[in-house]
């Protein structure tokens, strides 16, 4: 028999099932916050066609988009985020934004960028999106979902970035280079990838001379609790940079009113996202004791929709990286104990008690309690050791002598001690020991 040697190509993995409890952990939290702040569900198909893809990222980006080799290789492509496939479900169904569409979709992206920490080819985005208003009150929401989504993971020191590109705009103008604004946000957007000398040697040789990059890097330095008032005296009335500044200024106002923690977020004048469809406030969130990278990225994209039915519609969201939360969650000690959605292993002591095991199993699923069954007893020993490996809490020992007394005995897998209880009693003894955290 020939057999295949069993693989799988760098930067794609299988998710195991412990592994698909944690994901299962930290998504359904996301949907419960997005439901609860108004978002309602979206799917888009993984693939598109390539020209709704290509044109909106920028070059660098652009060159990771997997092309599918279907007739030309330029037909079909895998979706790259799910920011451009909204816009072209927006430009499909316009009607829906009436006055406002706010959308939340968690599925599947692809990009063929290089392994690394952090960084794989096939990730989940959980994402955010607002469409129809230009109201700062959206970024100020989406910025406090944010907040409480990573106060709820348990994360107490990280930090959520924001700037704006009309700032960034206002940046070049002072420098000298109005136009150069993407091709400035795309190297400014590796400084904490590849540090500032190389920054500046990468906006060098993008024709961008020395005095120049001094005064980009003069305004991208700036911090402070009072960076607004700074950005203010160093680039106001230059380009957009007035309206950036208010703008943060009307977000950070509404924080405040929603008692978001001053130390939970800072303004920085550094942040670029090296996206081209964004078009006014951009966020991320870094966790720094992961050293892992953004976990959370957004901003407002007014000008991506109007690609599509030839006028512009403004929206704003933010990604959850699925991959890169779970990741910091696991580095920190941040994910759940829980192994196994299984609460309770019916454990016979032969195959004879089996039928009334059976009937055992059955009442606890019809009492809405996560239960499986050994299907073929030898041991105990075995049987215990299976539960063990799967981090299942408690066992139902069901065996002859405590039948014939009408008792069954429920097992703590943690603490190995048992207790007797009456047939009768025992799925509601059972459910106040799950609803105690499984202790006696």
């Given at each position: 028999?020939?057999?295949?040697?069993?693989?799988?190509?760098?930067?794609?993995?299988?998710?195991?099932?412990?592994?698909?409890?944690?994901?299962?952990?930290?998504?359904?939290?996301?949907?419960?916050?997005?439901?609860?702040?108004?978002?309602?569900?979206?799917?888009?198909?993984?693939?598109?066609?390539?020209?709704?893809?290509?044109?909106?990222?920028?070059?660098?980006?652009?060159?990771?988009?997997?092309?599918?080799?279907?007739?030309?290789?330029?037909?079909?492509?895998?979706?790259?985020?799910?920011?451009?496939?909204?816009?072209?479900?927006?430009?499909?169904?316009?009607?829906?934004?009436?006055?406002?569409?706010?959308?939340?979709?968690i599925q599947q992206v692809w990009r063929g960028e290089r392994p690394q920490k952090g960084r794989y080819r096939e990730f989940t985005q959980c994402d955010i999106d607002a469409v129809g208003s230009q109201s700062m009150l959206v970024e100020a929401e989406i910025l406090t979902i944010i907040d409480e989504m990573m106060t709820d993971f348990g994360f107490t020191d990280f930090q959520i970035l924001i700037n704006n590109r009309k700032i960034l705009d206002g940046m070049?103008?002072?420098?000298?280079?109005?136009?150069?604004?993407?091709?400035?946000?795309?190297?400014?957007?590796?400084?904490?990838?590849?540090?500032?000398?190389?920054?500046?040697?990468?906006?060098?040789?993008?024709?961008?001379?020395?005095?120049?990059?001094?005064?980009?890097?003069?305004?991208?330095?700036?911090?402070?609790?009072?960076?607004?008032?700074?950005?203010?005296?160093?680039?106001?009335?230059?380009?957009?940079?007035?309206?950036?500044?208010?703008?943060?200024?009307?977000?950070?106002?509404?924080?405040?009113?929603?008692?978001?923690?001053?130390?939970?977020?800072?303004?920085?004048?550094?942040?670029?996202?090296?996206?081209?469809?964004?078009?006014?406030?951009?966020?991320?969130?870094?966790?720094?004791?992961?050293?892992?990278?953004?976990?959370?990225?957004?901003?407002?994209?007014?000008?991506?929709?109007?690609?599509?039915?030839?006028?512009?519609?403004?929206?704003?969201?933010?990604?959850?990286?699925?991959?890169?939360?779970?990741?910091?969650?696991?580095?920190?000690?941040?994910?759940?104990?829980?192994?196994?959605?299984?609460?309770?292993?019916?454990?016979?002591?032969?195959?004879?008690?089996?039928?009334?095991?059976?009937?055992?199993?059955?009442?606890?699923?019809?009492?809405?309690?996560?239960?499986?069954?050994?299907?073929?007893?030898?041991?105990?020993?075995?049987?215990?050791?299976?539960?063990?490996?799967?981090?299942?809490?408690?066992?139902?020992?069901?065996?002859?002598?405590?039948?014939?007394?009408?008792?069954?005995?429920?097992?703590?897998?943690?603490?190995?001690?048992?207790?007797?209880?009456?047939?009768?009693?025992?799925?509601?003894?059972?459910?106040?020991?799950?609803?105690?955290?499984?202790?006696?």
């Open positions: 028999m020939t057999t295949i040697q069993p693989r799988l190509y760098s930067g794609l993995r299988d998710r195991l099932p412990e592994q698909m409890v944690y994901r299962n952990h930290v998504i359904d939290k996301l949907r419960r916050v997005f439901e609860k702040y108004g978002f309602e569900p979206l799917e888009t198909p993984a693939m598109e066609y390539y020209d709704i893809l290509t044109g909106k990222y920028g070059q660098e980006a652009e060159n990771l988009i997997y092309r599918l080799a279907y007739r030309d290789g330029k037909t079909l492509a895998l979706r790259y985020d799910l920011t451009v496939p909204l816009a072209r479900t927006i430009g499909m169904n316009a009607e829906i934004v009436r006055p406002i569409f706010k959308r939340y979709q070049v103008a002072y420098a000298g280079v109005p136009d150069q604004l993407r091709t400035v946000c795309r190297s400014i957007d590796k400084l904490d990838k590849i540090g500032e000398d190389k920054v500046k040697t990468e906006l060098s040789q993008n024709g961008i001379g020395t005095q120049t990059i001094d005064k980009i890097f003069e305004v991208i330095s700036l911090s402070g609790t009072d960076v607004l008032d700074q950005l203010e005296q160093v680039a106001g009335g230059h380009g957009q940079a007035d309206a950036g500044i208010n703008e943060l200024r009307e977000i950070e106002q509404t924080l405040n009113t929603f008692e978001v923690p001053t130390n939970h977020y800072q303004f920085e004048p550094a942040l670029a996202r090296g996206l081209d469809y964004y078009t006014g406030p951009i966020f991320e969130v870094v966790v720094r004791e992961a050293e892992i990278g953004s976990v959370v990225g957004g901003g407002r994209w007014d000008t991506l929709i109007g690609q599509y039915i030839g006028r512009d519609i403004p929206a704003v969201g933010t990604s959850f990286g699925l991959e890169r939360l779970i990741d910091a969650m696991k580095k920190l000690n941040l994910l759940p104990q829980v192994k196994t959605h299984t609460q309770v292993l019916v454990a016979p002591y032969n195959q004879e008690v089996m039928p009334e095991a059976l009937k055992q199993l059955a009442q606890l699923r019809r009492a809405g309690i996560n239960a499986e069954i050994y299907l073929e007893p030898k041991s105990f020993r075995q049987t215990f050791g299976y539960a063990s490996r799967k981090g299942i809490p408690l066992a139902l020992v069901v065996a002859p002598d405590e039948l014939k007394r009408n008792e069954i005995a429920i097992r703590n897998m943690n603490t190995r001690q048992q207790i007797i209880c009456s047939l009768d009693q025992y799925v509601e003894q059972i459910r106040s020991l799950l609803q105690a955290g499984e202790t006696f």
